[in-house]
């Protein structure tokens, strides 16, 4: 009998070990596989802006967005991790509740130097820190490539790389940390909640981007001596639309990395999966509300615009508006939040446009404006709801007025150092390419490359 | 940079695995990225004026 308990024992305790390695390699697993599709994101960016350029520009639209990618990887690994673990608390670089934040911290796990290199490279007893870091670099170059597409055309590539930088290495890192984390002083003071990353990601990037629009300027061409605006038609409408297509591709990725896995040490739960707040998520919460959300900003924009560059705007517009509280929104209301986001859109843009900002792809609009409608509309919806896993009395809760101290704190973020970056840039003569070079195309005057040698054919005359 | 450990066996390894773990290396080669990246912004933007200056002849 004794030695029937001690091999089943034994059976148990190898069976637990198993499930152990298979649940760590499940983990491992899933974030490694949001990397990729994140990557798709930045296919979507690159086929977007360079689409939405005029062919003497196509190029160099490509080239910076590239860049731009292979800025924000290295950059990332040596400051952006850090101030993310650093800043949770704000500037003091002190520890918070949860234990995992602060200067101390940070520099014991996010350094490329000293003993904290064991977690910034192969380690055979750590599956977690490299997947963590190659989903929240992807969310770093997913922040710098919604600016990327506003300012295309007339901005200098180095010029651009270095903003590029200072919001997806930066700017987005530190709204992370206040708004996106266990121990943030936006959610344990305010109870901000922003699962999909609406304001610290969307709004951010694109008040970053009306940042560097004031200091670039328009186009030449784009606005008439009374102020009236012309439409620069972009060169591959349909390369347009697909870009936009992959974006919301590659957002299945964006919001599945945002969920924390169940069963390992740094898990919230063992059995359950959870926001980074630690409040319960399923992946199929987040399928019935993503596609609602899509269908609902895609139908939206369709009703005034019929245009298909802004219906598929409007599908992201939808994702957008919806991604604070893709956690708990019941579909029907996210097609509802994501509807109203769509229609809302085209208005601001135009609005926009009247007051000489040309945003060549909406880009402050869809992100930047429908980033903080989404923060807010949280609030609207979701107050009394825990914005953070605890004991009941002991939580934050999701409240208005916490929602719009989020949106007017995500707002500035971005466009206070947009601004400022960009404005020293002005000075330096590094934000805006000469008119010569302009006007001559872009393509011809920096890229050793043609888009398309042998031309491209004319198509139909719009619609009326 | 041999493998920093006194048996030359990977049973022996349960951390960190990378070449020059333990040494001042992993600090050397991140500076020397760094300086990479910045070096290529400057000679980058270099060239870019040149173009621009080229065009505006």
């Known amino acids: 009998m004794e030695e029937q308990i001690a091999e089943l024992t034994a059976q148990l305790a190898e069976l637990t070990a198993s499930a152990g390695v298979t649940n760590t390699m499940f983990a491992e697993t899933f974030y490694y596989l949001t990397i990729p599709l994140m990557i798709i994101i930045h296919a979507g960016f690159l086929a977007y802006e360079m689409g939405a350029s005029r062919t003497k520009n196509v190029l160099s639209s490509g080239v910076k967005n590239i860049l731009a990618f292979a800025f924000m990887i290295p950059t990332f690994y040596f400051f952006g991790w850090w101030i993310y673990w650093a800043l949770p608390t704000g500037i003091t670089l002190s520890a918070g509740p949860a234990g995992i934040s602060g200067g101390e911290y940070a520099s014991s796990i996010a350094l490329g130097w000293g003993d904290a290199a064991q977690y910034m490279g192969p380690n055979i007893a750590d599956q977690a820190s490299g997947v963590f870091f190659g989903a929240f670099a992807l969310f770093a170059a997913t922040t710098a490539s919604i600016m990327s597409g506003a300012v295309i055309e007339r901005i200098q590539t180095v010029g651009f790389i270095i903003l590029a930088i200072v919001l997806g290495s930066f700017a987005w890192v530190v709204a992370a940390a206040w708004g996106w984390h266990a121990d943030g002083w936006l959610v344990t003071k305010f109870g901000v909640h922003d699962f999909g990353a609406a304001g610290l990601v969307h709004a951010v990037a694109g008040f970053f981007a009306l940042g560097v629009l004031i200091n670039l300027g328009p186009r030449i061409g784009k606005f008439n001596a009374d102020g009236s605006a012309n439409h620069i038609a972009g060169h591959n409408m349909p390369l347009t639309i697909t870009g936009l297509m992959l974006i919301i591709v590659g957002f299945f990725g964006f919001l599945m990395a945002c969920v924390i896995v169940p069963g390992e040490a740094w898990s919230w739960f063992g059995d359950k999966g959870a926001t980074i707040y630690g409040t319960p998520i399923t992946l199929s919460a987040l399928s019935f509300n993503i596609l609602m959300a899509v269908a609902g900003g895609i139908i939206g924009a369709w009703i005034f615009t019929k245009d298909p560059f802004w219906m598929m705007s409007g599908a992201l517009a939808g994702i957008i508006s919806t991604a604070s509280g893709l956690d708990i929104y019941f579909p029907a209301q996210a097609f509802v939040i994501a509807f109203s986001a769509g229609i809302i859109m085209k208005p601001c843009a135009d609005w926009l446009e009247r007051r000489g900002i040309d945003d060549a792809v909406g880009a402050v609009t869809v992100h930047g404006t429908i980033g903080l409608y989404g923060v807010i509309m949280l609030g609207v919806m979701a107050s009394g709801f825990p914005a953070l896993q605890g004991a009941a009395g002991e939580v934050p809760v999701i409240t208005l007025t916490g929602q719009i101290i989020g949106a007017a704190v995500f707002g500035l973020l971005g466009f206070v150092p947009g601004y400022g970056v960009s404005f020293i840039l002005k000075k330096m003569g590094m934000l805006r390419t000469p008119a010569a070079a302009e006007i001559a195309g872009l393509d011809t005057t920096k890229v050793p490359a043609q888009g398309y040698p042998e031309g491209i054919p004319v198509s139909a005359a719009p619609a009326e | ?57």
């Open chain 2, 1 to 57: 940079m041999g493998f920093p450990f006194e048996t030359a066996s990977w049973d022996v390894v349960d951390g960190a695995m990378f070449i020059g773990w333990g040494t001042v290396m992993p600090g050397v080669y991140t500076l020397i990225a760094a300086v990479i990246c910045v070096y290529t912004l400057w000679a980058g933007n270099r060239a870019e004026q040149k173009h621009y200056k080229r065009v505006e002849k």
